[in-house]
């Protein structure tokens, strides 16, 4: 995908998001010269990573479908490193590891050649097959069970599940007029990590009452509500521009992706809890590490490719 592919309704959609960036750092400013005694170190620090991931996002997408395809499979590859960094992992299951990294490569060669088929079974059927062999072949059967799942769960999570994001990039341009599958990557992401935000504003507003107290006190039943409800009107907003969705399609997936993010980021909140940490990593200042970042995507990327396919493909 070449920057002449690009399509007038998805360029002009990164300009508007890169104007609220701005919008966001002026007030930022502003809000530190009027209350100069309020910290707001965490706020900056959370402002200053989007310029850098919006920056390499628009980088990325405008450049060839094969590049962006790589740049997700990294992601996939931070993330499932991240992960098993955080899980205890045996000394047997480093060779385990090996394949389980083979995988991310594999698995999104079969979305480059556009392979459905295989893209929706390899990680499911295959690596879920052939993981446990491999562990039966070391010889090793103290904590066999526990291995066995927190690898199998981290290559779902981590390698399956955003690979659906990169999936959009190949599915057949005729399905979304409205741009293509940039287009669809875009409304994904942007609604997906938009909902993040509003949910986490809302809350600090409004929050009094924890949906999941004892997984993550500050997720509050206030926050959620009116975070989805935001998420589900800028859908509809997007959707004709960006999207092949009706009206009542629009507001299903902005159901799908303001629920789903909120289950993704209790899920890796329940996991940080278990291991007894904050933030998955420190690799992006005021957010925390990969997985911090991709926990909504985990869930939004494959129930809202699943709801478009079914659909319009």
């Not at 938009?194 to 986490?200: A, I």
């Given at each position: 995908?070449?920057?002449?592919?690009i399509?007038?309704?998805?360029?002009?959609?990164?300009?508007?998001?890169?104007?609220?960036?701005?919008?966001s750092?002026?007030?930022?400013?502003?809000?530190?010269?009027?209350?100069?005694?309020?910290?707001?170190?965490?706020?900056?620090?959370?402002?200053?990573?989007?310029?850098?991931?919006?920056?390499?996002?628009?980088?990325?997408?405008?450049?060839?479908?094969?590049?962006?395809?790589?740049?997700?499979?990294?992601?996939?590859?931070?993330?499932?490193?991240?992960?098993?960094?955080?899980?205890?992992?045996?000394?047997?299951?480093?060779?385990?590891?090996?394949?389980?990294?083979?995988s991310?490569?594999?698995?999104?060669?079969?979305?480059?050649?556009?392979?459905?088929?295989?893209?929706i079974?390899?990680?499911?059927?295959?690596?879920?097959?052939?993981?446990?062999?491999?562990?039966?072949?070391?010889?090793?059967?103290?904590?066999?069970?526990?291995?066995?799942?927190?690898?199998?769960?981290?290559?779902?999570?981590?390698?399956?599940?955003?690979?659906?994001?990169?999936?959009?990039?190949?599915?057949?341009?005729?399905?979304?007029?409205?741009?293509?599958?940039?287009?669809?990557?875009?409304?994904?992401?942007f609604?997906?990590?938009?909902?993040?935000?509003?949910?986490?504003?809302?809350?600090?507003?409004?929050?009094?009452?924890?949906?999941?107290?004892?997984?993550?006190?500050?997720?509050?039943?206030?926050?959620?509500?009116?975070?989805?409800?935001?998420?589900?009107?800028?859908?509809?907003?997007?959707?004709?521009?960006?999207t092949?969705?009706?009206?009542?399609?629009?507001?299903?997936a902005?159901?799908?992706?303001?629920?789903?993010?909120?289950?993704?980021?209790?899920?890796?909140?329940?996991?940080?809890?278990?291991?007894?940490?904050?933030?998955?990593?420190?690799?992006?200042?005021?957010?925390?590490?990969?997985?911090?970042?991709?926990?909504?995507?985990?869930?939004?990327?494959?129930?809202?490719?699943?709801?478009?396919?079914?659909?319009?493909?």
């Open positions: 995908m070449k920057w002449e592919h399509s007038t309704n998805v360029f002009w959609t990164i300009v508007c998001i890169f104007g609220l960036l701005v919008i750092t002026l007030a930022v400013r502003i809000l530190q010269r009027v209350k100069p005694e309020a910290d707001f170190s965490e706020l900056v620090q959370r402002i200053r990573t989007w310029w850098i991931m919006l920056i390499v996002f628009t980088a990325v997408i405008m450049f060839s479908r094969n590049a962006t395809l790589i740049f997700f499979a990294f992601i996939s590859f931070m993330s499932l490193k991240e992960y098993l960094s955080l899980i205890p992992t045996r000394r047997a299951d480093r060779r385990v590891l090996f394949w389980a990294y083979i991310i490569p594999i698995q999104y060669y079969w979305i480059g050649i556009n392979w459905y088929g295989m893209f079974v390899f990680i499911p059927v295959f690596i879920f097959l052939l993981l446990p062999m491999r562990m039966i072949l070391i010889g090793e059967t103290s904590g066999f069970l526990r291995a066995v799942g927190t690898i199998h769960w981290g290559l779902m999570m981590t390698v399956f599940n955003i690979s659906h994001l990169a999936y959009l990039l190949v599915l057949p341009p005729q399905g979304n007029p409205n741009g293509g599958g940039a287009s669809l990557v875009l409304y994904l992401v609604l997906t990590e938009f909902n993040d935000v509003t949910q986490y504003i809302w809350g600090k507003l409004f929050g009094s009452h924890p949906v999941v107290p004892r997984v993550s006190p500050k997720k509050t039943y206030e926050g959620l509500i009116l975070g989805v409800l935001t998420t589900l009107i800028l859908s509809v907003l997007l959707a004709s521009r960006l092949p969705f009706n009206l009542l399609e629009s507001v299903m902005g159901l799908i992706i303001g629920l789903g993010g909120f289950i993704g980021d209790v899920t890796i909140s329940a996991l940080k809890r278990d291991l007894g940490i904050k933030d998955s990593g420190s690799l992006l200042p005021g957010h925390g590490g990969i997985l911090d970042r991709v926990d909504s995507m985990i869930y939004t990327a494959p129930l809202f490719f699943h709801y478009l396919y079914y659909l319009h493909y």
